[in-house]
C-alpha cells in the first residue's frame, strides 16, 4: 500500500478530474443495493485484471473505489454511476450521484509529519494509524485522499441518465505508463 498526502477536497470547488476522450471512458450504472461497493469492486478489479499494473497501486484503487461508492450511496442519491478511464499514466475513477445538495468534504487532519508535497512509504506508525482511520465511520474520503494522487469532486452530468446533473467524486492514481489504455 503507497500513502501519499495530497490537497483536501473542498466543497462546491468544481475540481474537475483529468480529462480522458470520452470514449476511453467506462461507465456502469449501478443499483441500490447494499453491496453496490462489493459490485464496484469486482468491475474496477476485472478492468484491472487486464492491464500491466503493479499489484500495490491496483488495491489501492479498488479500495479508494469501494470508499467513495460507499460514500455516494451512504450520503447520496440515486441514480449512481461508476466510471473508469486510464491515460496511459494516469488511473481515474469516479463516482456520480444525483444529489448535488450534499457536497462531501475530508477531514481538517493534517499529517502529524513530512512535507505535504513529497509522498511519503508506510511506517508502522503510519500503517496504525491508517488501520484506526478505517475502522471509524466518516474517515472514507480520508483514506481516498491518502491512497490517491488526487481526488476532488464537481458537477458533471450522469451519462446513464439523461439528462440529470449529478455531482462527481473521484479520485486520480498515477501508474506506470506501460498500462496504455483501457480495455475493449
Known amino acids: 500500500m503507497t500513502i501519499c498526502v495530497h490537497e483536501p477536497i473542498t466543497a462546491h470547488d468544481n475540481n474537475e478530474p483529468p480529462t480522458v476522450p470520452g470514449s476511453d471512458v467506462r461507465v456502469w450504472k449501478l443499483d441500490g443495493r447494499q453491496a453496490a461497493p462489493a459490485l464496484a ?4 478489479r476485472a478492468v484491472l485484471g487486464e492491464l500491466s499494473m503493479a499489484a500495490d497501486i491496483a488495491e489501492d484503487i479498488i479500495l479508494a473505489t469501494s470508499e467513495i461508492v460507499a460514500n455516494a450511496y451512504e450520503h447520496g442519491a440515486g441514480p449512481w454511476e461508476l466510471r473508469l ?3 496511459g499514466e494516469t488511473l481515474v475513477c469516479e463516482v456520480v450521484d444525483s444529489d448535488v445538495e450534499h457536497w462531501p468534504g475530508l477531514s481538517d487532519q493534517e499529517p502529524a509529519d513530512g512535507d505535504a508535497d ?9 500503517l496504525d494509524a491508517l488501520l484506526a482511520d478505517i475502522g471509524e465511520r466518516g474517515r472514507g474520503l480520508g483514506l481516498v485522499r491518502r491512497l490517491c494522487d488526487r481526488c476532488g469532486v464537481h458537477t458533471t452530468v450522469l451519462l446513464t441518465e439523461s ?3 449529478g455531482k462527481g ?3 486520480a492514481r498515477d501508474h506506470d505508463p506501460l498500462c496504455g489504455e483501457l480495455p475493449g
Open 169 to 171: 467524486v473521484w479520485f
Open 85 to 87: 478511464s486510464d491515460t
Open 163 to 165: 439528462p440529470m446533473v
Open 118 to 126: 513529497e509522498p511519503r512509504g508506510p511506517d508502522d506508525a503510519d
Open 41 to 44: 469492486r469486482d468491475l474496477v
